[in-house]
């Protein structure tokens, strides 16, 4: 969202200039889950976030709790302030989590997600991660989740993530819901660490939409219990993804899931030239035991100007021969 875009949005962002710690508060936008994935993916793009409540029930989260109980009590807490030293993360939630995977392949996420990223030819699964933060921790430090990929500056156009935090506990502000600033995800952190900071509250089984350049972190646990959320990220499929979906669930647990759900963790061609395996196949139908090869420059679905332009000249330098 531009300054003058958060200007516009009401009461919401209007705090540029003043010191973020005497900002007032600003009310985050929460919609059903009844909600359109374009509607959503539209609230991204102007504001850097949206939330969707109750998006899952309340048997979803319990069951999803118990089966991650075990490897989250062998979670070690975090080694740094960033990670934080009473925060456990727990990640290989498909290999370990079979209600994970419906997760990660929610309808309502994998729309919003494709239409957020559609410029990309295509999209995978970047990370799962349960993140317990236990009482007393501090404040995260605020940041981009994009920063994992070295610090590369991508232009402020180009979004190479789409992120989720579902709540596996109610997020509160005593909590440590995390916090976010709207319309910091188009301006530099300079500019963008003055403007309104929100925390988002909102009830188990709910889900946070973030993009990969919105300033946010975890929050301080002041209460008496552990807040529980299920990050579970998104990117475009020619970026490494931050957990290696490939050994974070063996192969043998591989063949057990869906097509859908393979190609989400990278099966797939990431984009004309990426992912293969061995004689150019595809690494899905190895898998599966076939052979079958990746799809030829031409036959990719073109989504960049460049990529049809190179494949007109291909078909015309063949046809001139
Ligand atoms: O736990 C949260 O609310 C946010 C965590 C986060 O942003 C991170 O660990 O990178």
Not at 195 to 218: I, N, P, W
Not at 240 to 268: F, H, K, S, V
């Amino acid at each position: 969202m531009t300054a003058a875009g958060s200007q516009q949005q009401g009461n919401r962002v209007l705090n540029r200039g003043l010191c973020r710690h005497t900002l007032v508060a600003v009310q985050l936008e929460h919609f059903p889950n009844s909600v359109e994935p374009a509607t959503v993916a539209d609230h991204i793009r102007r504001c850097g976030y949206a939330i969707v409540d109750e998006l899952v029930d309340q048997r979803t989260m319990d069951r999803l709790d118990r089966e991650v109980a075990p490897y989250l009590a062998a979670s070690a807490h975090g080694r740094d302030d960033y990670d934080g030293r009473l925060t456990r993360r727990t990640g290989s939630l498909i290999a370990r989590t079979p209600t994970a995977r419906e997760l990660v392949m929610h309808p309502t996420i994998v729309g919003t997600v494709g239409e957020f990223l559609s410029h990309a030819t295509a999209v995978q699964l970047h990370l799962t991660q349960l993140i317990a933060i236990a009482p007393g921790e501090t404040a995260q430090k605020l940041h981009r989740d994009q920063m994992a990929f070295d610090f590369f500056p991508f232009p402020a156009d180009y979004h190479v993530q789409c992120n989720t935090i579902w709540a596996l506990t109610d997020f509160t502000v005593e909590n440590g819901a995390t916090h976010l600033l709207p319309g910091s995800s188009s301006v530099s952190d300079e500019h963008g660490l003055l403007l309104a900071e929100a925390q988002a509250t909102m009830r188990r089984g709910s889900c946070l939409f973030y993009d990969g350049k919105v300033l946010h972190g975890g929050g301080a646990n002041r209460s008496t219990g552990e807040r529980r959320g299920v990050n579970i990220t998104y990117s475009v499929g020619w970026v490494r993804q931050e957990e290696n979906q490939y050994l974070a669930t063996p192969a043998d647990i591989a063949r057990t899931l869906d097509d859908d759900l393979l190609r989400m963790m990278g099966y797939q061609q990431g984009a004309f030239a990426l992912g293969y395996v061995g004689d150019q196949q595809d690494p899905l139908s190895l898998l599966r035991g076939d052979h079958r090869k990746v799809k030829v420059i031409g036959d990719v679905v073109r989504k960049h100007e460049d990529h049809r332009r190179f494949v007109e000249q291909l078909d015309a330098s063949q046809s001139s021969i």
